[in-house]
């Protein structure tokens, strides 16, 4: 009986123990409550913890705004004027006298005034580089412009000066005459990885100093999409939103630094889709030194015509490396020739710098300055040599020898991938293809036809009319047969001539 009492006892006693628990935890503030109920819930309930990654996106956001506050000086918002230009409705005589009776009255000129185009206006950013006022934008943003106008972060109003263009690059630089210009600090595009935070800052949709936020999403992407697919093209892929608008302003990474100038978008609606494509400082930068040194842009020539190394290519010609740029043709006495470089070379670096493809060799030529000296390292059927190659200047007679012409009664023409398209090719990217072939001519006795592609010659490959003929003055002077390797459609073929 005596234990029987105890365990009640026991059991009164631990009851009244619990109620006065009870009412001190109610007696207390709201707040010691909540952390003297937390104390007799389970454990894992209190585990919800932002902690450091709150912290870190915190530190993020913090970069971001520190970036966009220190970058909004040296952003400008860019507009541009085509008056209205008269178009003439006129035609020579000679088309005036074919038409029906009637019609003349269409093409003669109204009394009031000639017919006009109407007036355009472009908006687009830029970047201050100098402080002096030297702004660097995209060429499409000022292209043919009457009258440019660049508006200040503070509100000013300035008209510009249009320095010079490069249509091959998509870069302008203008001149503005103001005080207190802040320029951006130059940062460096070959070291950015993809991954690597970066913000966009322009004026889309005429909303200045919008700032937008990505990462790099590809580097060296060659799109075919300056001056008509015929200009130097070493893109930064990003995420960070690029619109209309944007064209020409800068493309920063998380330093401030100016890493690219934002110029395309890859979007079916013309809005952003995620893929933006912004041109590399290494790319823009000598353009820019070039421009406010000479007003215009002066590059190098190597004198050779260069394609990627291909897994197709590495079994079919038996190289010994698997990136570079091959070496296809070699103009005589021009750079390349001068330095004994030979087709079939493959170039794996230059200037310490690694090459991948033929576009990242042909612009870091075109970046170089005319009497520049650059290294390269070439493969040549497995030996690796060291070849100096002192460029000469890239000009329109020096562009020229690349160009078609006439050899053995035919018209020719260095492959482009518009022609190859033309004739039904996909993947050849050198020779040269047939036009057209004169009746009675060597290539017609020897079987030639229009869209044949000429690959090589005597066991030379030729990217030019000027290789071809070379090649057939040598066969000539030693007397000996010539041998051309064709390609048509599918299949390959030796041809001799006749």
Do not use: C
Not at 50 to 64: E, H, R, V
Not at 439 to 450: F, K, M, T, V, Y
Not at 452 to 461: F, H, K, P, R, Y
């Amino acid at each position: 009986m005596q234990n029987q009492w105890k365990r009640v006892s026991l059991a009164m006693g631990t009851l009244w123990l619990a109620t006065l628990t009870t009412a001190v935890v109610v007696s207390l503030p709201d707040g010691m409550q909540s952390d003297a109920l937390a104390d007799q819930t389970d454990t894992r309930a209190s585990a919800i913890d932002p902690g450091q990654g709150l912290n870190t996106a915190q530190d993020l956001s913090a970069s971001f705004r520190t970036v966009a506050d220190a970058m909004r000086p040296s952003v400008v918002s860019i507009s541009s004027k085509i008056k209205a230009q008269p178009v003439s409705r006129q035609l020579p005589p000679g088309l005036r006298n074919q038409l029906p009776p009637g019609f003349e009255d269409f093409f003669r000129e109204d009394s009031r005034g000639q017919r006009q185009t109407p007036a355009r206006e472009g908006q687009g950013s830029g970047v201050i580089v100098r402080n002096d006022g030297y702004i660097l934008t995209n060429n499409h943003v000022v292209e043919d412009a009457d009258e440019v106008y660049v508006e200040l972060s503070d509100d000013r109003r300035v008209l510009a000066d249009v320095v010079g263009t490069d249509p091959e690059t998509d870069l302008a630089v203008l001149k503005i005459e103001a005080d207190n210009l802040q320029a951006i600090a130059f940062g460096d595009s070959d070291a950015i990885q993809v991954g690597d935070w970066v913000l966009a800052i322009g004026s889309p949709f005429g909303l200045d100093q919008t700032v937008t936020a990505g990462i790099i999403s590809g580097k060296n992407r060659n799109r075919r999409i300056v001056n008509n697919g015929n200009g130097f093209e070493d893109f930064l892929q990003t995420d960070a939103a690029i619109n209309p608008g944007n064209s020409g302003g800068p493309l920063v990474n998380l330093r401030g630094e100016l890493v690219g100038i934002n110029t395309a978008i890859l979007s079916r609606s013309g809005a952003s889709a995620g893929i933006g494509f912004a041109i590399p400082v290494s790319l823009a930068r000598p353009v820019l030194t070039s421009i406010i040194e000479y007003g215009q842009v002066r590059r190098g020539f190597l004198g050779a015509q260069v394609r990627d190394v291909t897994p197709e290519l590495v079994e079919e010609m038996g190289l010994k490396v698997n990136d570079g740029a091959l070496i296809q043709g070699v103009l005589d006495q021009q750079p390349a020739a001068n330095a004994n470089l030979q087709p079939g070379d493959v170039v794996v670096s230059v200037d310490g710098k690694k090459v991948g493809s033929s576009s990242q060799l042909v612009n870091y030529i075109a970046s170089r300055p005319p009497g520049a000296s650059v290294s390269m390292v070439i493969n040549r059927d497995g030996e690796t040599l060291n070849k100096t190659v002192n460029l000469q200047e890239r000009t329109s007679e020096a562009m020229a020898m690349f160009n078609g012409g006439n050899a053995l009664g035919a018209e020719l023409e260095p492959i482009t991938p518009e022609t190859a398209r033309k004739y039904g090719y996909n993947g050849v990217e050198s020779g040269l293809i047939v036009i057209s072939v004169d009746d009675g001519g060597i290539a017609a006795e020897s079987g030639l036809q229009a869209g044949d592609v000429i690959e090589s010659a005597g066991g030379n490959m030729v990217g030019s009319v000027q290789q071809l003929q070379a090649v057939i003055t040598e066969a000539k002077r030693q007397n000996v047969p010539l041998r051309l390797i064709v390609r048509r459609g599918n299949t390959r073929m030796i041809v001799p001539l006749q």
